[in-house]
């Protein structure tokens, strides 16, 4: 059973480019949620989707967006990179409405910007 | 606001010790809480969970406390070993989603393991 898959693992971009993550969730779930964590800091919801669409939104400007395809995996892109854009990009995976079970995360994309 | 926070950074124990690492959450209306476990170059992993209806949940060697009245959840490990050297943290579902919603999470606190 195939946990949460991220690529790429790293990646090194520079100020003002823009870059896709992508996001496979475990076999089973159907909703994608995203979040940031920077070095020494707890993840920070970027925002979630289900069913293709945005679901719900944590406090990231308009330069982050993202989308669903119909096998549930997820893209991550953020558009003119900062230099405080770099973190580690967590994708966390569930089943919408299981009382039960909480987020699966993957291992993410550690994004550097210079 | 939205705040989860850990009351200590850094918790040290000798191997085969008890560990417990606790949480302070703000929001009183919060639902469900979860404590993950990040290793080095890892993603969260999840440890266990409790809902706002319990006050005590055991799994492996592992068992959450949630007191309500002081907005507190902890965490205990039994017979904490090398292999439980991580950063822990606690997190938060918004309050109002199912518990596939929102996670806030809080700073994290380091464990470390003394052979």
């Known amino acids: 059973d195939a946990g949460v898959t991220q690529s790429p693992t790293h990646l090194i971009k520079t100020r003002g480019q823009q870059v896709t993550l992508r996001c496979s969730p475990k076999?089973?779930?159907?909703?994608v949620s995203w979040y940031q964590q920077a070095l020494g800091q707890g993840p920070q919801f970027i925002f979630q989707?289900?069913?293709?669409?945005?679901?719900q939104r944590g406090n990231f400007p308009d330069r982050f967006s993202g989308h669903q395809f119909p096998n549930y995996s997820s893209e991550l892109n953020v558009n003119a990179l900062l230099l405080g854009d770099s973190a580690l990009y967590l994708c966390a995976s569930s089943l919408l409405g299981r009382g039960t079970e909480p987020q699966h995360f993957g291992d993410g994309t550690r994004l550097s910007i210079l | 606001g939205e705040s989860v926070g850990l009351h200590l950074p850094t918790l040290s124990v000798q191997e085969g010790d008890n560990s417990i690492i606790n949480c302070a959450y703000s929001?009183?209306?919060?639902?469900?809480f979860i404590w993950y476990k990040q290793e080095s170059g890892k993603g969260p992993q999840f440890i266990i969970d409790?809902?706002?209806?319990?006050d005590k949940r055991q799994g492996q060697r592992v068992t959450v406390l949630l007191n309500k009245t002081v907005k507190h959840l902890s965490l205990q490990i039994a017979a904490t070993q090398p292999g439980d050297s991580a950063v822990y943290f606690c997190?938060?579902?918004?309050?109002?989603?199912?518990?596939?919603?929102?996670?806030?999470f809080g700073q994290g606190t380091t464990l470390q393991v003394k052979p």
């Open positions: 409790i809902r706002s209806n319990m």
């Open positions: 076999s089973g779930h159907d909703t």
């Open positions: 997190a938060e579902n918004n309050p109002g989603s199912s518990n596939t919603g929102k996670l806030i």
């Open positions: 929001n009183s209306a919060s639902d469900y």
């Open positions: 989707y289900y069913e293709e669409e945005e679901r």
